[in-house]
Structures are given as C-alpha cells and as structure tokens.
C-alpha cells in the first residue's frame, strides 16, 4: 500500500485539473525536467482571470514530493505572499506530514504546532496518528488515530 506521493503524481492532478472544463478555476505549471515545480490557480469571473493561489513543489532524489509551499496572491501588493507549508518527512515504516504557517511579522514559517504520522502496519493497512503541541511545549502529544484499510480484489464479495 506504499502510497507516496511523487512526482508523476502532481503532473498527474495537474493535467486532471487544467482538463475539468466545469470549473471556474484554471490551471498553469511551471515544469523542470518533467517534474510540476509550481502549479498557479487562476479563478474565472466572466471573461477575466484573477490570480489566487500558487504551490511550488520540493522533490527529494527519489522523485518523492518532500515541500508544498503554498501561496496566496495580494491583489493591493500585486506580489505572492506565502501562506504555510507542508512538510513531508519519510522513514521506513511510514512518514510524517507537517504543516508550519508563514509569520509575516518574522517573514518565516513558525514551528510545526500539528502533524499527521502515517505507519505501514501491513501492506493493506495504514496507521495515521494525530499529533499537536502548544507554543509552550516542545514535544507533540497524541490528539487522535484511525486505521485506513484497503481492501483487495481478493476481499471483495462482488466483482464484476
């Protein structure tokens, strides 16, 4: 069930995106070697294309997606300004998603107040394990769990 996130992934969403011709929003990417390295988000208001969001995407050397830096458009700025980040860390058993938001004041990202851990308990079966800490506190503490299953043809009563 090793589901990770790579870069054939994030092309994949983005051309699924930019072909939904049902959506008031449209999608633009700046590409590097075949990899999306930022995908713009444009919103449609009749005939005019207003900028909204922009993700630039960090890939480590296996191709897997270890950055999100998500962006929001300032129509008084006329600039980009960040907004928060995911971080993906992976390890052997799993990985862990973190997510810092931007601190205009310091112009960084603060410390990670929340995180998702998600261990491979066996090929069909994920763990994902809540964590958050407050300001004062330097280690997370556990808030919430579930167990995520995925089923093979072999378990399933119905086929086609």
Do not use: C
């Amino acid at each position: 069930m090793q589901t990770i996130i790579t870069a054939a992934t994030i092309l994949s969403m983005y051309l699924s995106a930019a072909e939904n011709s049902n959506s008031s929003y449209y999608y633009n990417a700046d590409m590097e070697n075949g990899k999306v390295t930022t995908m713009y988000v444009y919103e449609s208001d009749s005939e005019v294309l207003t900028s909204k969001l922009a993700y630039n995407y960090t890939y480590d050397e296996q191709d897997r997606l270890v950055k999100k830096e998500v962006m929001r458009w300032n129509s008084v700025s006329g600039k980009w300004e960040n907004d928060y980040s995911l971080d993906l860390i992976y390890n052997e058993d799993g990985y862990e998603l973190s997510r810092s938001v931007w601190d205009k004041r310091t112009q960084a990202y603060l410390p990670t107040m929340e995180k998702a851990v998600y261990q491979y308990v066996t090929d069909q079966v994920v763990a994902v394990n809540y964590l958050r800490r407050h300001e004062s506190q330097e280690q997370f503490e556990w808030v919430d769990s579930m167990l995520v299953m995925n089923p093979t043809d072999g378990l399933l009563l119905a086929t086609r």
